[in-house]
């Protein structure tokens, strides 16, 4: 064997592995965004097949190899060949190289200890590769097929050994997590002077949490937990780094994806106060139902601690009915909230919305005060008076309360409003809902002078109503935007569908790959003075991305 066919057969492995470092590294970032759940993960795989599994290069190697072993003996010129032809076919790693994540790999404890599992399986599938060439063949050609086998079979099997390096880490993580939950719920039941305040809620949850630790922050010292540290981990987490003697409010934000979720979190510190924001569509795909989603937000009132108090959205019907039925049950105290309904404990009136805010009249009792708060969107004002129904549960007093709304600043990526370029930006890329998108395009309407433009990828997680309330959300932005930058050509096909069906210009749609690519529509097309809202930004998981 010659020094060309030597340097060729380097340059053919050199290529093989940099491509299976990028690829198995995205593997386990799409695991990473999806919760560390397999079925998740699973999910994101299916129907995926020839766009992420398996690629061109997949197919090109297959036939190399096939030819490869066949070919004996072979010169070292035709070595040389199939090499290099082996490099050009893996050199590209173009699906996992030009995505820019929009939330990037966190090597965290676990995903080191997921990757060095990783490691060890596709090593394992490697080295059983290299046993079968040494099997059934001998000779140059197989003594190539010895060192391209192996990382083509670590490099195709790539999803599938990140999806079984997590199978086999399940029970060790499950072991630490259960330690770090034990140790946070310790803790907090050492701290009997420590009021704690759940929120959850199909929409609005992380908003009203940062206004009540707004509120209470200026008389108290309070704990709240950080952007959408919303799950058990990121609960205990947060307790057992940052809890101290002198919080007096524990401030606690709890998700939901999947039954059960809301009772683990309760478990985990037990509320003193609970917080029902809304119960809709979101997550309608994991939870099956409107009902099953109902039941599940509503589970947190099961968790009261006796002379507890639920502090709800009053003009969400299904929250307010079950709040009524399980609060005559089991005898808490019930504190509602409205925008609309006169008969709420706390009432917001006579609201005025601009692109700089809201003004209001907030009623409790017999009481009133004028309310002023630099948040967009009426959904917002109703997220204030649940902060503000909190706090004064809490013992602050009416006038506080409404001093301290005033310094509520947005919460980032939900209906923030900043200048770029002359351009006004109204962020609401965090996620999207029908409430939120529908409270988030009445806002753009609002902004005059200049063009308004929303860019939008749409709604997921709806189940089978995702198509309808996409093609309703489209003709929503009919009566409010002048232009519209879809995200993905499939999945904003519904939206598509509901602006024309709205009469929306066909010329006034535009639909691009990528949020980058919708990005350069905007340097390109919009100037000083025209509006732009970003609505929803969907996780990698959900980019669409051409094949190659």
């Given at each position: 064997?010659?020094?060309?066919?030597?340097?060729?057969?380097?340059?053919?492995v050199g290529f093989s592995i940099w491509r299976i470092v990028r690829r198995t590294r995205f593997f386990l970032h799409m695991l990473q965004l999806s919760g560390y759940k397999l079925s998740a993960y699973s999910t994101y795989l299916d129907g995926k097949t020839f766009d992420v599994r398996?690629?061109?290069?997949?197919?090109?190697?297959?036939?190399?190899?096939?030819?490869?072993?066949?070919?004996?003996?072979?010169?070292?010129?035709?070595?040389?060949?199939?090499?290099l032809a082996w490099a050009f076919a893996f050199i590209s790693s173009r699906r996992y190289r030009r995505d820019r994540p929009k939330k990037r790999l966190v090597w965290t404890a676990r995903m080191k200890r997921l990757g060095g599992a990783t490691l060890v399986v596709a090593l394992i599938a490697g080295v059983a590769g290299t046993g079968l060439v040494w099997t059934f063949g001998d000779g140059s050609p197989w003594l190539l097929a010895t060192l391209l086998v192996p990382l083509y079979l670590m490099d195709l099997g790539a999803p599938e050994w990140v999806r079984m390096a997590g199978a086999i880490m399940t029970p060790f993580e499950r072991n630490v997590h259960e330690g770090f939950k034990r140790a946070a719920s310790d803790r907090l039941a050492e701290r009997a002077d420590l009021t704690r305040i759940a929120i959850?809620?199909?929409?609005g949850k992380t908003s009203v949490k940062f206004a009540v630790r707004d509120i209470l922050s200026e008389r108290f010292l309070v704990l709240a937990t950080p952007g959408s540290f919303n799950?058990?981990?990121?609960?205990?987490?947060?307790?057992?780094?940052?809890?101290?003697?002198?919080h007096r409010f524990a401030v606690l934000e709890m998700g939901m994806r999947h039954p059960g979720d809301i009772a683990e979190l309760a478990m985990l510190a037990p509320p003193d106060i609970a917080v029902i924001t809304s119960i809709g569509p979101a997550h309608l795909e994991s939870m099956g139902s409107i009902e099953a989603i109902a039941e599940e937000k509503l589970s947190l009132l099961v968790h009261l601690t006796s002379d507890g108090t639920a502090v709800v959205n009053a003009d969400d019907a299904r929250v307010l009915a079950g709040a009524k039925a399980m609060a005559a049950e089991r005898g808490f105290s019930l504190v509602t909230c409205s925008i609309s309904d006169t008969g709420a404990d706390l009432v917001g009136s006579d609201i005025q919305y601009g692109p700089n805010g809201a003004e209001f009249m907030l009623q409790v009792g017999s009481e009133s005060i004028p309310v002023q708060i630099g948040l967009l969107g009426h959904h917002n004002v109703l997220n204030v008076i649940l902060g503000a129904a909190v706090a004064l549960t809490c013992g602050m007093r009416l006038r506080h309360v409404a001093r301290a709304v005033r310094r509520i600043e947005p919460v980032p990526h939900r209906l923030a409003l900043r200048e770029e370029h002359g351009l006004r930006i109204i962020d609401d890329a965090f996620n999207s809902n029908p409430v939120g998108a529908a409270s988030a395009v009445d806002v753009l309407s609002q902004f005059r002078p200049g063009r308004r433009v929303i860019v939008t990828p749409g709604m997921v997680e709806l189940g089978d109503e995702e198509a309808n309330l996409n093609r309703a959300f489209g003709k929503q932005i009919a009566t409010s935007a002048d232009d519209a930058v879809l995200v993905g050509p499939k999945?904003?096909?519904?939206?598509?569908?509901?602006?024309?069906?709205?009469?929306?210009?066909?010329?006034?749609?535009?639909?691009?790959?990528?949020?980058?690519?919708?990005?350069?529509?905007?340097?390109?097309?919009?100037?000083?003075?025209?509006?732009?809202?970003?609505?929803?930004?969907?996780?990698?998981?959900?980019?669409?991305?051409?094949?190659g």
């Open positions: 064997m010659n020094i060309l066919a030597v340097i060729s057969i380097l340059i053919a398996i690629r061109a290069s997949h197919i090109v190697g297959a036939i190399i190899l096939i030819v490869l072993v066949w070919m004996q003996p072979a010169t070292p010129g035709m070595i040389a060949g199939f090499s959850t809620g199909s929409y799950t058990p981990m990121g609960i205990s987490k947060v307790v057992n780094d940052q809890l101290t003697d002198d999945r904003t096909a519904p939206i598509r569908e509901g602006l024309l069906e709205a009469g929306f210009g066909e010329d006034r749609i535009h639909t691009v790959t990528t949020l980058f690519d919708a990005q350069n529509w905007v340097r390109k097309h919009c100037v000083p003075g025209d509006t732009v809202l970003y609505e929803n930004d969907l996780p990698d998981q959900f980019t669409e991305e051409p094949g």
